[in-house]
């Protein structure tokens, strides 16, 4: 019996290449832009040879939106304050990160069992894509890998 070529296919098969990034002096500001202008689900933070530092998700933006309002008590545009706030103050700091040589089931169940959406993908420590249950749910029920 031949084993299910679905078992052979590795993490860079399903890989969504990285398109945007962050260092962790980038102003807050300037990241929720982005990702409200790019409809994003999360931004990584990266250091200067691009290893991931953490990660801004549209969840940690709201959240710190909305403490901010409700610090300030007030429904105004953001205050000065906001200009200061910066990526490194906002990211979450502990990120789970895979290989792009790494099964892609195993990867899978990762993500499932820690209840995330996508995953930072790395070689040799720099961030070059993200896996993302969709990706991973395509590659599974069609064997095709992206192209």
Do not use: W
């Amino acid at each position: 019996m031949d084993p299910d070529p679905r078992e052979q296919l590795l993490v860079a098969d399903a890989l969504t290449p990285v398109q945007y990034r962050v260092y962790p002096d980038t102003p807050l500001l300037e990241v929720l832009d982005l990702i409200v202008r790019r409809g994003l689900r999360a931004v990584p933070v990266v250091g200067e040879r691009y290893e991931v530092l953490g990660v801004i998700t549209a969840g940690d933006s709201l959240k710190h939106l909305l403490s901010r309002r409700h610090a300030n008590e007030s429904e105004a545009e953001p205050e000065e304050d906001d200009v200061s706030v910066l990526a490194r103050d906002v990211m979450t700091r502990s990120v789970l990160c895979v290989s792009e040589d790494q099964a892609l089931i195993e990867a899978a169940i990762k993500m499932l069992n820690r209840d995330v959406d996508q995953l930072p993908v790395v070689r040799a420590g720099e961030l070059v894509g993200f896996l993302t249950r969709e990706s991973v749910l395509r590659i599974l029920f069609t064997g095709q890998k992206d192209s």
